[in-house]
């Protein structure tokens, strides 16, 4: 797909590096699959990997983490 960001480059299957941020917490999450943009690097995340990436970070936040570097998981059973 065309990227809305810059609107010069392509996005490709990748992984990206996504940070979140509530309150004063910050969780930072490795190796999310995305469509990134070959020109400016803007990602795009599916539906279903933001939910998942969502549901990830709600269990850190219940943990009590303040900062939290971690890996992005295909199941968060």
Do not use: W
Not at 36 to 44: A, H, Q
């Amino acid at each position: 797909m065309k990227c809305t960001i810059c609107k010069n480059g392509e996005t490709h299957n990748g992984v990206t590096v996504v940070s979140l941020q509530r309150g004063a917490s910050t969780l930072v999450f490795k190796d999310v699959p995305a469509q990134i943009c070959e020109n400016c690097g803007e990602y795009y995340l599916s539906e279903e990997v933001a939910t998942r990436l969502y549901k990830q970070a709600e269990q850190s936040l219940k943990r009590g983490a303040e900062f939290e570097i971690g890996r992005y998981a295909l199941s968060t059973t």
